[in-house]
């Protein structure tokens, strides 16, 4: 089975540090869960993380947040140690947004509302708020659903809100975790030009993405890590992960086969 072609067209050239996570350990009950843990986020680019179930994708994306601390090693954001920073103050000095797998909204609140209550707490001009919410809402197509509650919102509109919260910040890093969880093919299609572009638009931005579907995420980054057994067993660019032959033992398999 081939990868899927990129659709991407630009090539990813700035090399500038976003984040950082130097030699990272963390256990949870005498389990370990990362050991020893190296990675780098750069701006400007796309950077994929596959891992099985329970290998510590999302605990990564935490440490990252702010939402828990490492047993050892350093958080690095934007060249400051930001290990004993709490979430609020990650998220305000750093810009850092985050997407979740599973809400993330207000499901009684409509579209617009959910829009407006997290609007209102970033950006304090009333007139900047107004004018960036309504560009993210024509700019994600969601015009004609802006009063209906999230809770009867379809699974890609619910993400696509989501997103849309995330950005009314302006990130610099923007985290999404299992974003293409329980979506049909048509809508991750969706999804994925809609991250693409966001890099297009802003060469300086940093997208991660945690995902277990490896054909759609390799399909879309400049780079992906697989986390398996605690450790960073590969890296690489797509072309080159799918080659790796520890990757392939420990994780793809025969899942891409020429």
Known sequence: MALIKKFRIKEFKNKKPAAKLEKV???????????NININLNSGEIVGLLGPNGAGKSTLFNLLMGLIKPDFGKI????????????????????LGYVPQY????????????????GEIIIKNEREREEKINSLISKFALDNVQEIKAK?????????????????GDPKILLCDEIFAALDVLTIHMLKEILVNLQNENPKICIVICEHQARELLSIVDRALILS???????????NLIKDEKAKSQYFGDFFKN
Request: charged fraction near 25%; include cysteine; hydrophobic fraction near 40%.
């Open 152 to 168: 009867f919102l379809s699974g890609g509109q619910r993400r696509k809100l989501v997103i849309c919260m995330a950005l009314l």
């Open 76 to 95: 690095i954001i934007e060249n400051t140690d930001a290990t004993n920073y709490p979430i609020y103050l990650r998220a305000r000095k750093f810009k």
């Open 103 to 118: 809400g993330g909204y207000f499901h009684d609140l409509t579209l617009m509302e959910n829009l407006k209550a997290v």
């Open 229 to 239: 057994n605690c450790k960073i067993i590969a890296e690489g660019s797509p072309s």
């Open 25 to 35: 350990s963390l256990s949870f009950d005498k389990r370990q869960i990362l050991d």
